[in-house]
């Protein structure tokens, strides 16, 4: 079965500090992985998408990585800010059906001023 | 700017209950989807569908249905609501890799 873990489930950091999100899952033949971001109480926006082809991907100060090998996708964030506290989910698109991701259950960030 | 829409941010519905759930997009993408989230279980898919009159179950899809009769809007119907589908219910659409999501539906079954 395929399955995607996001550990740890919350993670308090200092304002500034940089961090890394982790993001692991159990089937290597993945097509793609997305990182989202969740608001509470509202819906998700996707932030970086990487394609199975590609090792990493790059938004202002988000940085993702893909290692299809050891079956793990981590989501760097430098410089935190307080802005930034959301919760941050991952998914797996295995290509069984178009969209149909296999999400993890998130990790909850608060950036602490 | 990408912009998917769901009819009511919240609502508030008795057992029994037949209720629609809306979502427009403004994008032209073939491809629309349903899920519920609930604390502790993440995100699951209820019903998704690639084109106009087009359906498929997700891994959730008992106790629901869709319709699909106009390329931008999809939507959800419960049957007869019951008070496990509490729930937040997320609609989303997508060309492509990309998913864009709506506002979310936090819907109360009493």
């Known amino acids: 079965k395929q399955e995607v873990t996001q550990i740890p489930a919350a993670l308090s950091v200092p304002e500034g500090e940089n961090l890394v999100l982790n993001c692991s899952f159990t089937d290597s033949a993945i097509y793609n992985l997305q990182w989202f971001r969740q608001d509470p109480g509202k819906g998700l926006t996707s932030l970086l998408l990487i394609q199975s082809s590609q090792r990493e991907q790059t938004s202002g100060r988000l940085n993702a990585s893909l290692d299809k090998s050891s079956g793990r996708s981590t989501l760097y964030i430098a410089a935190s800010q307080p802005g930034d506290s959301a919760t941050y989910l991952c998914?797996?698109?295995?290509?069984?059906?178009?969209?149909?991701?296999?999400f993890g259950k998130g990790t909850k960030l608060s950036v602490k001023p | 700017d990408v912009k998917v829409t769901q009819s009511s941010r919240y609502l508030v519905k008795r057992t029994g209950e037949k209720v629609f759930l809306e979502c427009v997009q403004d994008m032209d993408h073939e491809n629309m989807f349903w899920y519920r989230q609930d604390p502790g279980l993440g995100l699951r898919l209820i019903y998704f569908s690639y084109d106009v009159k087009m359906k498929e179950k997700g891994d959730i899809p008992e106790g629901y249905s869709v319709s699909r009769e106009k390329k931008e809007r999809f939507s959800l119907i419960l049957e007869s609501a019951s008070t496990n589908q509490t729930s937040m219910y997320l609609c989303?659409?997508?060309?492509?890799?990309?998913?864009?999501f709506g506002s979310g539906t936090q819907l109360s079954v009493l």
């Open positions: 998914a797996g698109d295995y290509g069984g059906s178009q969209g149909n991701l296999i």
């Open positions: 989303a659409s997508s060309r492509g890799l990309r998913l864009f």
